[in-house]
């Protein structure tokens, strides 16, 4: 059964996204100015920045801030934080040899203290994008005109590493090499090619066109990579549109052979619409000039010939059975149904109008958005509109759509929000599908079942994964518990964030996966989910701690969680002997977070043979009086509020 892992995973190629790296400050060896520092100050310099103990540097204690293991006189190296001044091991961070000496070269900072190395502002929110080989931070929107190149997030390398500095295995995709870095430009000759042939053929297909029906003006696609921009179709090669005013698509709403045509069909029903466009406007000119309302005789014939057209319906016979039949084997979903046989001819002409519309305004919001990839841009839940961060395994036909819609109750994806208007009339759920077990003011708690509401839970954990990078577990929810927070009005009960963890966990694991919906960020709600799990946790008597790798929002909010609850806890017991067991049974935190936390806040302190914990007044001053300042409104869990039983194992 697949691990759950909600958080950056660090065995992952991205590994510069963990929630640790950085190097150490040092100063460059004084000398002349023009003359080259000799080789004992490089070596020095380099072993310094390393973690690596000079030629007479006395060896200091390294404790990794990952195993929370000192490797002090090994031939291992180290890697220190240039602000916070936390150490880790290389090998614990997976860096290769080409990463290591790129971060030797310059002042490196953990995720933690990580700015982007372009506007110099923290990356901890919205999309960015990491270099693979010196590891460099940088915004999306601070990446310019390379977006359109970035191929692979995975394998993308910096303006400052060049393409001289990407060893000649990176070219390649291969993935046994030890530094798979691809760059965009090292393709462009087949992507040239590819190019060049999709336009010829292009214009082959418009010339033979004009020759045969008329000269239809057809717009040339607008994307600048159109070899990136491909359709899912089977069969396609994302030539024509179905409105036929373009000679390219990227979508499947777009695409002719979805809908059972040609590029040179969809042509041909653009200049019949045309038609009889022009004929409604001369109409509807018609009908302003007229004074009195009641139906001339052109109307009255119009309309008996409708009412003729609608009454006749083909007629399935045999041969037009065993069509759809084969059709319906061959293509399943691949295919829009044939639905020629539904309905009369006039009714599926306007059907295919409003098809044709509706990939127009499709193809309008793209151009706006600057569509540049295949990947979702935007999602819509209740009335905010949010753009997304990650990609995320919805179907084909939803990912190729620049924005979907959810209802924010059941977490069902539509395309449109007329599907989903429809729907909320219909839907009868306000709330979660699970028991609340919370209830404190406008803030409840919903503990639902994977096993239950099985399609709820996946749709959950697709909407998270648009905001998690590194989350890998969609469909396999039945062995974990989902607790839903919502915020609750006179309308119903509106997610604001989930946690969830495994029903039997051999590490003691309390959070899988953690999540806040970014229109409730920076309110609260995450420390919340946060004291909300611990409560669980220390209900069932246990000391439990959050699956590892965090990501690096889940790494700030946990320590200062963790921060908060210590610094309270030293507050409270002015007197007597403290230890860490004591510290653990009382918050329900593991003692492994509550040293590093400990030594976060450098009050864990090595004395006279043994580990001493300093009471900081001056620290815990400042603690209460920034808890004082806090607004009555300040949103806190009421453990009287919870109406819970712990899961037993029956024997």
């Not at 929630?19 to 520092?37: C, E, I």
């Not at 066109?209 to 921009?229: D, F, G």
């Not at 989903?420 to 219909?426: D, E, F, G, N, V």
Request: aromatic content about 8%; some cysteine; glycine content about 4%.
């Amino acid at each position: 059964m697949p691990r759950m892992k909600r958080f950056h995973n660090s065995d992952s190629d991205e590994s510069t996204e963990n929630d640790v790296a950085a190097a150490t400050p040092n100063s460059r060896s004084k000398g002349k100015p023009n003359s080259p520092p000799s080789s004992d100050s490089q070596t020095l310099r380099r072993s310094s920045r390393l973690g690596t103990p000079g030629p007479d540097s006395p060896p200091a204690s390294l404790v990794c801030d990952i195993c929370g293991k000192d490797r002090t006189g090994s031939k291992a190296k180290n890697i220190c934080c240039s602000k916070c001044k936390r150490k880790y091991h290389v090998d614990c961070l997976k860096f290769d040899l080409i990463k290591t000496e790129a971060v030797a070269s310059y002042l490196w900072e953990c995720s933690a203290c990580r700015k982007c190395s372009t506007c110099g502002i923290s990356t901890h929110t919205g999309a960015k994008i990491v270099c693979k080989v010196c590891d460099r931070c940088y915004h999306m929107n601070c990446v310019g005109s390379q977006q359109n190149s970035i191929q692979n997030r995975d394998r993308w390398t910096c303006k400052t590493c060049g393409p001289s500095k990407t060893p000649p295995s990176s070219a390649t995709r291969n993935s046994g090499s030890t530094l798979t870095t691809v760059r965009a430009t090292s393709v462009t000759g087949s992507d040239s090619d590819s190019s060049s042939s999709i336009s010829s053929a292009s214009s082959n297909r418009k010339r033979k066109h004009n020759n045969a029906v008329l000269s239809v003006p057809v717009k040339k696609s607008h994307y600048s990579n159109s070899e990136e921009l491909s359709c899912n179709v089977e069969g396609c090669d994302s030539s024509g549109h179905l409105t036929g005013r373009f000679d390219r698509h990227c979508t499947v709403t777009c695409c002719p052979i979805y809908h059972n045509m040609s590029p040179e069909d969809c042509r041909v029903k653009m200049v019949e619409r045309e038609q009889k466009r022009k004929e409604r406007e001369k109409h509807v000119e018609q009908l302003e000039q007229r004074q009195n309302t009641v139906p001339s005789k052109p109307q009255l014939q119009r309309r008996f010939r409708v009412n003729e057209l609608r009454r006749y319906k083909k007629e399935i016979g045999q041969e037009e059975q065993s069509r759809l039949e084969e059709h319906w084997k061959t293509h399943a979903k691949s295919r829009e149904p044939l639905i020629e046989t539904l309905t009369s001819r006039y009714d599926v002409s306007l059907f295919r109008e409003a098809q044709a519309r509706l990939a127009e305004k499709e193809e309008e919001k793209i151009r706006s958005d600057g569509f540049k990839d295949n990947r979702l841009k935007k999602i819509q839940i209740g009335p905010y509109e949010i753009d997304t961060w990650y990609n995320s395994p919805y179907p084909d036909e939803y990912t190729q759509l620049p924005k979907i819609y959810i209802c924010e109750f059941c977490l069902k994806y539509m395309k449109s929000g007329i599907i989903l208007t429809r729907h909320m009339a219909k839907c009868i759920w306000k709330h979660p599908p699970g028991n609340e077990i919370y209830r404190y003011q406008t803030i409840s708690v919903f503990e639902v079942d994977g096993a239950t509401a099985t399609t709820y839970c996946q749709n959950l954990c697709l909407l998270a994964k648009l905001y998690l990078d590194h989350k890998t577990l969609y469909f396999d929810v039945e062995p974990f518990l989902f607790y839903v927070m919502a915020e609750c009005d006179e309308t119903g009960c509106h997610i604001v964030g989930y946690f969830s963890k495994e029903k039997k966990s051999l590490m003691n694991y309390n959070v899988s996966c953690i999540l806040t919906m970014p229109q409730f960020m920076r309110r609260g709600f995450g420390r919340l989910l946060i004291d909300f799990s611990y409560l669980l946790t220390r209900i069932e008597n246990k000391v439990g701690s959050p699956e590892r790798p965090l990501s690096d929002l889940g790494l700030i909010t946990y320590r200062n969680y963790w921060k908060s609850v210590i610094l309270s806890y030293l507050a409270d017991n002015k007197s007597g002997d403290i230890s860490i067991k004591e510290i653990s049974q009382y918050t329900g935190i593991n003692p492994n977070d509550i040293v590093s936390t400990l030594q976060y806040m450098q009050i864990l302190k090595y004395w006279k043979g043994k580990h001493i914990i300093l009471r900081r007044q001056d620290m815990i001053s400042d603690f209460l009086e920034q808890k004082s300042k806090k607004q009555p409104s300040y949103r806190t869990i009421k453990s009287s509020m919870l109406k819970w039983t712990p899961i037993t194992d029956t024997p």
